[in-house]
């Protein structure tokens, strides 16, 4: 399945839905990466630009929330810091020969998370932020 930055999912920020264009893509070519049989070779490279990614974007929505002194700000950061952390505890999880089947599901399920986060939370901030 690709994820793709749908009208349901755009925030209307354009720094919002940009970042999150950047990080769908990178998951779909993990994705196609494994689908072809090279999702071992691919996996670190895409694996560190994902945790570093989510990281530096989490940050980047938070200077946004803060600047703009958004209401929701402690819950949404708090989302973040438990979806970072239980983003490193799959990848460390997964061994060094290589993503399982079922590693590849958790991830996968972890993006499905992330997903929903948009389409709910960050929809609700980019609404705010056009105010």
């Known amino acids: ?31 196609d990466s494994c689908g072809k049989g090279q999702g071992r070779t691919s996996m670190e490279s895409v694996i560190n630009f994902l945790t570093s990614y989510v990281d530096h974007h989490f940050n980047h929505e ?36 290589g993503m399982s089947v079922s590693d590849m599901a958790n991830l996968n399920n972890h993006i499905g998370v992330l997903v929903t986060h948009i389409k709910i939370d960050d929809k609700k901030l980019g609404a705010f932020l056009k105010k």
Request: proline fraction near 4%; glycine fraction near 2%; charged fraction near 30%.
């Open 62 to 97: 938070e200077q946004l929330q803060k600047d703009s002194k958004y209401p929701g700000y402690l819950p949404h950061k708090a989302f973040h810091d438990n979806y970072k952390l239980k983003l490193n505890e799959l990848v460390a999880k997964i061994p060094e020969s």
């Open 1 to 31: 399945m690709a994820y793709e930055l749908t009208k349901e999912l755009e925030t209307g920020n354009l720094i919002i839905d940009s970042e999150h264009k950047k990080l769908f893509k990178a998951v779909n070519d993990f994705l």
